[in-house]
């Protein structure tokens, strides 16, 4: 057993959030001394937060990095879960690396619940080619997590029983791992621009440095004995600054110009029940060329879910352009149209 670092004064204070935290005025988070937000984005193989993509909309636009997480269920196959939570994620852009939150054993024994943690993980990784971070709390963590799960970094959470909302300064002592990335202190947090309580994180100022900070050829060497493919796929961005400052500003320009594209028409087929964040381009689209309703709604009522009020205005957009081919599914016809409608609109 081995004790972890304490809290330190240069950690960053990032908060979680989920629909459970209701509507959040994210221009006051961002002005409360908050550094970050990880968002739920999906549980399971089949649940979206329902906040979710108006969260990260929200945080994104007060400049805010994010991450998201997804909440396993270790009954499933991990593979079908990365699957969904990839798919949810479509093209938005993160900031800190996915989070595998993996507490609850269903009646599963420490050898099934680890498996599943580390199926889940490397197959993340496979697919991404950025490592991600487990979350759990620290007597599950426990209870369930063996070394198989060490070489991802460590997400722990742990309360205080007489101090719930300041927290502890140190979770205590872990088996398998010898430093936390991230420490979640309390899960009764106040904070301004959220009308419940909220969980709050300390990030290790060296875990976030690994990610956004300068490299040096001791903190390089570490690193890649720990992930090589992980850690160089989390920093290539950043070190072709190294490189090439004209070349480094160049991919910067193309990144926040994809950012700020709210307009990217979704490639697939999509239809009722469909739901995620090619939907909410869709969405987009219909609004700009006032085809989706509820104009008087937050957002144009833009939600990411495929319900009645989307057939209907992919159906309307179908009877003024594509008359012979009204169903209200959107398809290839349907994204070539509105492809040139939005054009000669100047979007």
């Known amino acids: 057993m081995r004790t972890v670092q304490n809290r330190r004064h240069d950690s960053l204070k990032i908060i979680d ?26 549980e399971g193989a089949s649940f979206v937060d329902p906040k979710a993509y108006e969260n990260y909309a929200g945080a994104k636009k007060e400049g805010l990095p994010v991450g998201f997480y997804h909440y396993a269920h270790c009954t499933n196959n991990p593979l079908n879960e990365v699957d969904f939570f990839l798919a949810q994620l479509g093209t ?24 599943f943690g580390a199926a889940w993980l490397d197959y993340l990784t496979e697919r991404t080619g950025m490592m991600p971070i487990v979350y759990s709390s620290y007597h599950f963590a426990h209870t369930y997590f063996t070394s198989d799960l060490g070489r991802y970094p460590l997400w722990i959470a742990r309360y205080s ?11 205590g002592e872990l088996e398998v791992w010898d430093r936390w990335s991230m420490f979640q202190y309390t899960d009764q947090g106040k904070i301004d621009g959220i009308r419940t309580h909220v969980d709050i ?22 690193e890649l004995k720990k992930n090589s493919r992980a850690f160089v ?6 070190s ?23 307009i990217s028409l979704p ?3 999509l239809k009722k029940g469909a739901r995620g964040h090619a939907v909410r381009q869709l969405q987009k689209a219909l609004a700009a060329i006032y085809f989706y309703p509820n104009k008087a709604a937050r957002n144009h009522g833009v939600d990411g879910v495929y319900g009645k009020d989307t057939a209907n205005a992919v159906s309307r957009f179908q009877k003024v352009y ?26």
């Open 17 to 42: 959030v989920s629909h459970h935290q209701g509507t959040i005025d994210w221009a006051k988070v961002a002005h409360s001394g908050i550094t970050g937000a990880y968002i739920k984005l999906t």
């Open 92 to 115: 938005m852009k993160v900031d800190f690396p996915h989070c595998l939150d993996l507490e609850v054993s269903k009646g599963k024994d420490k050898s099934h619940v680890s498996h």
């Open 161 to 171: 029983s007489r101090n719930r909302q300041g927290g502890m300064n140190n979770p």
């Open 201 to 222: 994180n300390e990030m290790d100022k060296s875990f976030f440095d690994s990610m956004n900070g300068p490299l040096d050829s001791n903190n390089l060497y570490k």
């Open 233 to 238: 796929s989390n920093q290539l961005h950043r």
């Open 240 to 262: 072709l600054h190294k490189v090439g400052a004209e070349l480094c500003g160049y991919i910067d320009g193309v990144l926040k110009q994809e950012e700020q594209d709210l």
């Open 267 to 269: 490639s697939g087929v």
């Open 322 to 347: 594509l008359p012979k081919q009204v169903d209200g599914i959107y398809g290839p016809n349907v994204r070539v149209k509105l492809k040139e409608i939005l054009k000669s609109k100047g979007y």
